[in-house]
């Protein structure tokens, strides 16, 4: 009897053994099965990523190829004609609205010159020494301005000749080689900047002519108030040897 309940006990701990091993097989399986999963999922990603970078990187290399092949020499001597004639009117911008600026700035001050001795003729023989000097200096000043801006305009029309020539070149060359566009846009540029130029030199060409008019109505004057300066000495002077 004591022989079968230890038999029976060994059997039940035997027993409870093999319940614990399945159980903890089970979990251990359990536990790992997403990781298999995952590991699964992740080459399949991989083969698809793989794939697709084939296939595309296939797809992409037959246009580049194409591409290459149409680089011929006659191409690419047309896209360099492109290329200059766009620099050519970058230039010719920049240097045209250079000299734009700088005639109108010349004219402004032709302008000012002209209100200056306006005003002293205006006011000629009625102002002190001391207030015709100072008139005098203001206008002198002035004219050095005149003088300093028409230095720069010459320096910036001699840039913009430099332009409008290098423009020129820069529409045949790219006619001669096939790129139309380029010399067409050229030439546009080249007849809006020399209408501009135009239009603002129109402007310092008046504004010359009527600093010469009144030049020429400050020696009248005068050559005016010297003479009756003169002329009323003479009259007194008379006038005590009479007496």
């Known amino acids: 009897f004591l022989s079968l309940l230890t038999n029976m006990a060994a059997l039940r701990r035997s027993i409870a053994c093999l319940n614990f091993l399945r159980s903890t097989a089970a979990s251990v399986l359990n536990s790992r099965k997403p990781l298999r999963q995952r590991l699964v999922r992740f080459r399949d990603v991989t083969r698809t990523s793989l794939v697709s970078l084939s296939v595309g990187s296939g797809l992409s290399a037959v246009p580049f190829m194409q591409q290459v092949e149409n680089l011929s020499h006659e191409s690419l001597i047309r896209r360099a004609s492109s290329m200059v004639t766009d620099s050519a009117n970058t230039y010719l911008f920049q240097t045209t609205q250079a000299l734009v ?37 203001v206008i002198i000043g002035q004219r050095v301005e005149v ?96 007496d």
């Open 101 to 137: 600026d700088s005639i109108t700035q010349y004219a402004k001050a032709l302008h000012t010159l002209i209100a200056l001795q306006r005003r002293y003729l205006a006011s000629l023989g009625k102002l002190s020494t001391a207030e015709e000097d100072a008139i005098w200096q």
């Open 147 to 242: 003088g300093d801006r028409l230095d720069e305009c010459n320096r910036f029309e001699s840039n913009w000749i430099n332009a409008v020539k290098l423009c020129e070149m820069a529409a045949e060359v790219a006619y001669n080689t096939g790129a139309e566009h380029a010399s067409v846009t050229a030439k546009t540029n080249l007849q809006v900047a020399k209408v501009q130029v135009e239009e603002v030199r129109q402007i310092s060409v008046d504004a010359e002519r009527k600093l010469t008019e009144t030049q020429a109505e400050e020696i009248q004057r005068m050559a005016e108030y010297a003479f009756i300066e003169s002329g009323g000495d003479d009259v007194h002077e008379a006038y005590l040897r009479e």
